[in-house]
């Protein structure tokens, strides 16, 4: 939220520093040719913030310089003008931008007397605050100011707290080798009052706006004087409810022994408007101390405010600047608030089924059906697919065009897997063959390297005794394990496998390592076991034996304990590594085997390429598709992938193609605004809110499906139908406790072997 | 200065008293933004549900208390009050009066616009105040920019005009005029002359709807959608003709007041009315709604102005002395009242009630036919047979406007954008109800707990023992017989057991069943021979 402040503080003290603050939202600085020609050095500023209900506290605090030859740093200028921003910062978080106190401290008698002198250090606090000064918390209680700053051998401190009822300030000075001497004052609210002399604004200054406060140039050469503003956002009528002065603190006239000049400017608020007050206090002062008592307080009776507001306060200055934005969260003025949501929730469901485009294209080259596909980790644009013919292929996904050709295999390839570093691509295949790549450096001109298909030669070519079905390599290390017959672990740089391990007759079919633990590896194999390999060890750590077949496996890579099975029964079942005799949740959706898994690197979602011609997405946790994607042109999938920046999913299919889909079917894409991006969050936040009525369940749920899925699932449900109602009759009329249901997490699963 | 920290420290284990007030007050104003109390999660058995039902729970809570705060300090103005001092009474303050004090921006706003001619005018202000439009009875249309007084249009139509009123913005208006009803765009262009409805006695726009509501002069009450021009409604009141006619802001239900001291309030969707009430014995003479929709006032030509609570329909105050042609809630909820010239604004300062503030007579003979609050400003607009006047009432407008809700400087970009996004947001007809905050909640299952046989038999038991053991009175002489009193014990033992009618019901019932042959006693004689015989 932007409030448009402008408070101009233009102090002119005597005929040698004119000091000029412009303090502005839209933009700030300091009139440069007055700093330039008088050379102030503006060495500390310093923002000190109260939270009490009525007040910031600003300090500021400036050392003339008098060298006139040296050159206003630009530093300063930078630093004063950050600290004017944070200013407003906490301006606008903190405050109703109506209260403002803020206190000017000058020190020239110190710099006059004991030479070039400024504020050697400040005490902790200050410096805190002036690190800490885009923190929000005020590292003081509110309504305290702790300021202290030491000169040689003078301690100066000033410590001021607001509350309603008083003001106490405190002086410290070590200027006495006896200590600190601790000055309390207690000023009563209606003390610290105002006192209307020049009215600096609009009719009396000449048509300014009135928020911009300037100080009369002879303010300073009369020694003391007191200045009311008016701030009621009108020009023409400033009419101070209470006219007062009394001494503001014991504070001001301490340092006025010291010989030091503080301008206090103090934003007021009395009852009727909002009155600035400019207390300027000059080392003279001395001998008005008793001026000061003597103003008293007059009142007027009638108590009126009305809402007025100036056209040039609502409105932008220049047709440059943004339009004011003002906002009142009252609920009284949104009536009937909770239908129009329940409207915006609606059109928010509509809108995203209407930009649901989730195709995006589709990678052609390959002459066979696409077999696998693997994800280079180190380049995000980067894919290999590799195919039926041994054809292997790297894929620019930007533009959806071969980069590199890898002539491959002699039959088939069934595994392809990249090293964590994104060097090295291993493939193997039906020829017996593990075949070792180097993957060629992606460069900064990416048409270079998409219009040219260079072709590569393998770095290396291991052979083995068995066809092999897959790949997969270790994380962060430089060992892969393939799997066939058994499951054998190689290292890159042997020709013979490091490690193997048998297991009955069956031979395996998907190996898969862990991305938390780099020695543990899943792996399936052809008599239905799922298990679980630690490499250190010569044997299977823990093995799960299904009803059927599992396909593929993949690891959560935020929950690396978890991984999820694609199964030939067309459901996914997600399992917790340590505790295998029921899965933690059965995916339910496709209505043919699930060929490939892969999770999103978010680990809440992951992708499924089914033999049913379909592409599903899962949530992680949860027992159905959010997403189903198909074309009348995909064949059977038998390899997907998410991208690693989970925005895409490839899919290869039977039909050699490779097809590339947004996870998110109606997210844009591109670059979006920021204003385009909240509208996004609100649409989907309304939608979550409301996603459990009927109307926007209905829509928000509903996918078309290729008539076999469709013919499909209407027959599978009828199929379950009848053998739970059947199961369930059984049940009724045998004896209590003989038949016993078992649930669907268990139901796939025969048992656990250690 | 480790003297000094430890007194820093020491300064902040203490917490101010004035801290403490800023707690109860944000607290307070926390309430506001919550709408209402949270769900009661204990009941709820999913540990899933609950958790995140809790998690959003905590987040209404934040955002509560990030909007107080904001309302604490960020808002940019606050609101305008009157204030006196010893025995000054706020309605004692002249126009005058404060036109002194007041600064010159504000002093603007107090005005009389004479014209005599065509009178007397009706008035509306557009949702954010800045645009007026009156039309005079004699048929003077006039739309005018508040903010700097400016004429935008006025158009002379030379028929009657009975009612006026804005469309979503000020470039469409609407004016009820002797035959038909016409829509105008801002430059007097007729867009629609509106023939299906009749002749209109009042208009109202409902605003998040874009419905056209009018009560016409043989009663019928229509909704028409101005944004397709269907007729959405056309509902026969059967109360005869009514000239009083408001629109709640809360829910859209609109009220028709009726000459026998009925008040109605309508839905769209439905041909009966959804609350009928007996407000006064004689004619009623205006309604008026408070913005929060809770509050409603009528006023009767027996010289009562009552005010209504919606919850309960339930009486809160009557204000005795005076009816009132035309009445008023200001956005803070201060009710004006115009009676013949006498302009009196009611307000509830204390909580108990309302009671006068302010008042304004304007000059003798002038007729007041219409009075409403500008929005968003501290001023009321006075409709009068000899043209309109404005007066300050200070306090009756909310000092800060939403620039996405209503916005007094609105560009014409920005209207351009809030026109399609309330288009988008409209809401169709049926979310017209009389507690709106019941769309996208769960409606309670109908299945109501029943109680048991057993329960309802114990409590029967309960009632008969209660009824036997009551004591009875000793009577005079003759009505003291001991038979009389036993005839008396059984009747309310008797009394007793109909409270429970349900459970003799069913069981005559299933005797029913059973028996067969009472069932043929209880035909009429002409299909008695068709009963079976056994």
């Avoid at chain 1, 009536?335 to 052609?364: C, H, N, S, W």
């Amino acid at each position: 939220m932007q409030t448009y402040t402008k408070v101009f503080l233009c102090g002119t003290w005597g005929q040698y520093y004119p000091v000029t603050f412009c303090i502005s939202s839209t933009y700030f600085r300091f009139k440069r040719h007055v700093f330039s020609s008088q050379c102030l050095f503006p060495s500390r500023g310093e923002i000190v913030s109260s939270w009490t209900n009525s007040l910031v506290v600003i300090y500021w605090f400036i050392a003339p310089v008098w060298d006139l030859d040296q050159i206003f740093d630009e530093s300063s200028f930078s630093l004063i003008g950050e600290s004017i921003t944070s200013l407003i910062v906490e301006y606008h978080l903190r405050t109703n931008r109506t209260w403002m106190f803020c206190v000017v401290g000058v020190f020239p008698w110190l710099v006059r007397h004991d030479s070039l002198l400024s504020p050697i250090s400040s005490s902790k606090e200050s410096l805190v605050l002036w690190n800490k000064r885009r923190n929000l918390k005020p590292p003081w209680l509110w309504g305290l100011i702790w300021t202290s700053y030491s000169f040689k051998n003078l301690i100066w401190t000033i410590v001021s707290s607001l509350r309603q009822g008083d003001w106490v300030t405190s002086l410290l000075d070590n200027r006495r080798k006896d200590g600190l001497v601790m000055r309390r004052h207690v000023v009563e609210d209606d003390e610290i009052a105002t006192k209307h002399v020049i009215s600096c604004s609009g009719s009396v200054w000449n048509g300014q706006r009135c928020n911009r406060w300037i100080v009369p140039p002879d303010l300073l050469s009369d020694e003391w004087c007191w200045i009311t503003m008016d701030d009621s956002q009108t020009q023409d009528h400033i009419r101070p409810r209470t006219t007062t002065i009394e001494n503001v603190s014991e504070s001001v006239y301490s340092a006025i022994e010291l010989g030091s000049i503080v301008l206090l400017f103090l934003y007021h608020h009395v009852q009727l408007k909002n009155v600035f007050v400019v207390c300027f206090y000059s080392a003279h002062l001395k001998q008005h101390k008793s001026k000061l008592h003597h103003l008293s307080k007059t009142s007027q009776s009638l108590g009126i405010k009305t809402i007025s507001r100036s056209v040039d306060e609502f409105t932008r200055e220049r047709s440059q600047d943004l339009q004011r934005v003002f906002h009142n969260f009252d609920p009284s003025l949104r009536p009937m608030e909770k239908a129009v949501e329940y409207q915006r929730a609606l059109t928010a469901a509509k809108l995203e089924k209407i930009f649901a485009r989730p195709f995006v294209g589709a990678m052609d080259g390959h002459r066979d059906g696409i077999s696998c596909m693997a994800k280079n980790p180190n380049y995000l644009k980067g894919i290999f697919s590799a195919s039926m013919d041994g054809d292997i292929r790297l894929w620019d996904i930007a533009t959806r065009r071969t980069v590199c050709q890898f002539p491959g295999h002699q039959g088939a390839v069934r595994g392809l897997t990249v090293s964590t570093d994104g060097n090295v691509l291993v493939s193997c295949g039906t020829d017996c063959n593990v075949r070792l790549w180097s993957v060629p450096r992606p460069s900064l001109e990416d048409s270079d390297l998409s219009s040219e298909k260079s072709t590569e030669v393998p770095s290396a070519v291991y052979t083995c005794k068995n066809a092999l079905l897959a790949v997969d390599h270790q994380f962060e290390g430089d060992l892969f394990a393939t799997a066939g017959a058994q499951l054998d672990i190689w290292n890159h740089n042997r020709s013979q496998p490091v490690q193997s391990f048998t297991s009955g007759s069956h031979s395996v079919i998907s190996v898969r390592f862990n991305p938390g633990e780099p020695d543990i590896l899943a792996t399936s194999s052809g008599d239905n076991h799922i298990s679980i390999y630690d490499i250190r060890m010569s044997s299977a750590a823990r093995k799960i034996l299904m009803r059927t077949k599992t396909n593929s496996i993949a690891w959560n890579p935020m929950e690396p304990m978890n991984f999820t099975a694609a199964n030939e029964d067309g459901n996914c079942y997600s399992f917790d590594g340590r505790k295998n005799e029921e899965a933690k949740c059965v995916h339910k959706d496709h209505v043919s085997a699930v060929m490939d898994i892969d999770f999103s690197p978010t680990g809440r979602e992951f992708v499924t390429g089914s033999y049913d011609r379909s592409v599903r997405i899962f949530p992680y946790n949860g027992g159905h598709s959010r997403e189903i994607y198909h074309t009348k042109r995909m064949q059977r999938v038998f390899c997907v992938k998410y991208s690693s920046d989970a925005t895409y999913v490839i899919s290869g299919s039977d039909d050699t193609n490779l097809r590339l889909w947004k996870a998110k079917a109606s997210e844009q894409l591109g670059v979006i605004l920021p204003r385009e991006q909240k509208k996004h969050e609100y649409n989907e936040a309304v939608k979550n809110r409301y996603k459990h009525l009927p109307e926007i369940k209905r829509i928000v749920r509903h996918r078309h499906l290729p008539k076999p899925i469709y013919k499909a699932k209407a027959e599978s449900r009828a199929m379950n139908d009848a053998k739970r109602r059947k199961d369930e009759r059984r049940k009724a009329h045998s004896a209590p406790g003989t038949v016993v249901t078992e649930s669907h997490r268990t139901r796939r699963i025969i048992k656990e072997v250690e | 200065m480790e003297v000094a920290l430890e007194d820093n420290n020491l300064m902040e284990k203490v917490l101010p008293p004035d801290e403490q007030e800023i707690d109860v007050e944000l607290e307070a104003k926390e309430k506001k933004y919550l709408r209402g109390e949270g769900a009661n999660l204990e009941s709820l058995k999913d540990k899933k549900l609950k958790t995140q039902l809790a998690s959003r729970e905590k987040l209404y809570g934040k955002s509560a208390k990030a909007a107080a705060k904001i309302e604490k300090w960020l808002l940019p103005a606050s609101a305008g009050y009157l204030e006196t001092e010893g025995l000054e009474k706020t309605w004692r303050i002249k126009q005058t009066d404060i036109a002194k004090e007041v600064d010159l921006l504000s002093s603007r706003n107090q005005y009389d616009i004479v014209l005599p001619d065509f009178g007397p005018y009706k008035l509306d202000f557009t949702a954010s105040g800045r645009h007026m439009l009156a039309g005079g009875r004699k048929g003077h249309l006039a739309l005018v920019d508040m903010m700097n007084m400016n004429l935008i249009k006025e158009i002379h139509v030379r028929e009657t005009v009975r009612d006026v009123a804005f469309l979503h913005n000020d470039q469409f208006f609407a004016a009820a005029q002797k035959k038909y009803s016409y829509i105008y765009a801002r430059d007097g262009t007729e867009l629609h002359c509106l023939k299906e409805r009749g002749p209109v006695a009042r208009l109202r726009f409902l605003k998040n709807h874009f419905l056209l509501a009018s009560v016409n002069k043989i009663g019928q009450l229509h909704y028409q959608d101005v944004t397709y021009g269907d007729m959405v409604a056309s509902i026969r009141t059967g109360k005869g003709r009514t000239d009083v006619m408001e629109v709640n802001p809360y829910n859209g239900v609109v009220a028709l007041g009726h000459s026998g001291g009925t008040v109605t309030m309508w839905k769209p969707t439905s041909q009966a009315p959804l609350v009928q009430m007996q407000c006064h014995p004689g004619p009623v003479s205006a309604v008026a709604f408070h913005p929060n929709g809770h509050l409603m006032a009528t006023s009767g030509k027996e010289r009562k102005v009552k005010i209504w609570d919606l919850r309960k329909f339930e009486e809160v105050q009557t204000i005795h002395g005076f009816h009132a042609k035309t009445l008023s809630f200001s956005q803070k909820g201060l009710l004006a009242a115009g009676t013949g010239s006498f302009v009196q604004v009611l307000g509830d300062s204390s909580g108990g009630g309302h009671s006068r503030y302010m008042s304004h007579p304007m000059v003798k003979g002038y007729q007041v036919e219409k009075v409403m609050f500008r929005p968003y400003e501290d001023v009321l607009g006075i409709g009068h047979s000899m043209g309109w006047s404005s007066v300050l009432i200070p306090g009756s407008g909310e000092p800060n406007f939403d620039s996405w809700v209503a916005n007094p400087f609105e560009t014409s970009k920005q209207r351009r954008e809030k026109e399609v996004h309330l288009l988008l947001d409209k809401l169709p007809p049926e979310t017209i109800m009389l507690d709106p905050s019941k769309i996208g909640a769960m409606r309670p299952s109908r299945r109501k707990e029943k109680p048991t046989r057993g329960e309802i038999e114990a409590e029967k038991e309960v009632a008969i023992e209660a009824a036997k053991s009551v004591e009875m009175k000793k009577k005079t002489k003759g009505r003291n017989k001991p038979s009389k009193r036993t005839k008396k014990k059984k009747e309310l033992v008797e009394n007793a057991k109909k409270t429970f009618p349900e459970l003799e019901e069913k069981n005559i019932a299933g005797k029913k069943r059973r028996i067969g042959e009472d069932a043929a006693a209880e035909l009429p004689t002409s299909l008695k021979r068709f009963a079976r015989k056994n």
